[in-house]
């Protein structure tokens, strides 16, 4: 990376970034992060940030995040360490994440030679064990109640709104009045609900469910973000990463004062779901997803579905 595309811009043009295009002041710490070793950062984080509103603070912050991400520590360097504390104080929101790279998140950002997107019956199966559909599941779906929480869905679904997905996001809450077995949370049981993006005509493909982590849920998430939609703008790595966080906390209905390893474990306990259907709602063409999580006491659901082609 030559010295041009690692240099720092000016402050005005840096505010004017942070004000109409943040998402190309990301892709400058990007760049900075991992085109320049830690000793070569260290000058920018001399002084401490003076307000989560200076766009240079915000560049700071974003470089921090993007190390974090890499798996880059800077413990025991006082002016890092000094910046990410009062970055803290601040409430920026890239302070509210790991402090170091967990193993939950070891799928983010690693490209897999012909591990693409899924979009077909057949890709899915060939990659998740798939459930099969009992009759149990779609009596119990029939049973659930819808608990609406607008906050919760916007957290749930910030990744793909974020990066600009092409339509909005479907994610909602169940509860359920008593414990869901595993082998009974599949397609049956999801087609019991009430929701949108399997609702109406049922295409050729039909629909299935298989089993899945929260590592592929985070991967998503992560990637949504990242990327961007196909009509929307890369978020890069700092905040693809907080939307990816953000969304899981969601998904799983934890406060955001809940230490990150007390999520991964609970997160362990659930059963998670990776879905497909062939409705109007979805269309297996730039990019669709499905996510479904039974929480540890199997009485509460939460699902998302995304798809980055208008309808």
């Given at each position: 990376?030559?010295d041009d ?24 710490a ?31 912050a ?8 890499m798996g ?25 994440r ?30 998740f ?5 009992t ?45 869901l077995?595993d082998?009974?949370?599949?397609m ?6 009430p929701?949108?993006?399997l ?53 799983l209905?934890?406060p ?35 996510f ?5 006491s199997?009485t ?12």
């Open positions: 990376m030559s595309q690692a240099a720092l811009p000016d402050p005005a043009e840096l505010k004017s970034l942070a004000a109409s295009r943040p998402d190309q002041l990301r892709g400058i990007a760049a900075l992060a991992k085109g320049r070793r830690l000793p070569e950062l260290e000058p920018l984080f001399a002084e401490p940030p003076r307000s989560v509103d200076d766009p240079e603070a915000e560049l700071r974003c470089v921090l995040g993007e190390l974090a991400l880059v520590s800077w413990r025991g360097r006082p002016g890092p360490e000094a910046y990410a504390e009062r970055l803290r104080e601040l409430g920026h929101p890239l302070s509210w790991p402090a170091a790279r967990l193993d939950l998140e070891h799928r983010l950002g690693v490209r897999v030679r012909g591990a693409g997107p899924v979009k077909s019956a057949g890709q899915l199966r060939a990659r064990p798939e459930i099969p559909a009759e149990g599941g779609a009596a119990a779906g029939r049973t659930a109640r819808e608990v609406r929480d607008a906050e919760r869905a916007r957290e749930a679904a910030g990744a793909f709104t974020a990066g600009g997905w092409a339509r909005e996001p479907e994610a909602r809450f169940f509860t359920l009045p008593e414990p077995g082998d009974d949370f599949g049956a049981f999801l087609q019991g609900l929701l949108d993006c609702a109406g005509e049922m295409g050729p493909g039909g629909a299935l469910a298989c089993l899945t982590a929260a590592d592929d849920v985070a991967n998503e998430l992560y990637s949504a973000s990242f990327n961007g939609g196909v009509d929307g703008r890369p978020q890069y790595g700092a905040y693809a990463r907080l939307h990816a966080w953000r969304g899981l906390y969601a998904l209905g934890l955001a004062g809940t230490p990150f390893l007390d999520a991964v474990r609970y997160a362990a306990d659930c059963r998670w779901l990776r879905f497909m259907a062939f409705t109007r709602w979805f269309h297996h063409d730039t990019a669709d997803v499905g479904a999580v039974l929480d540890p199997r509460r659901v939460a699902v998302l579905a995304a798809t980055d082609t208008a309808g």
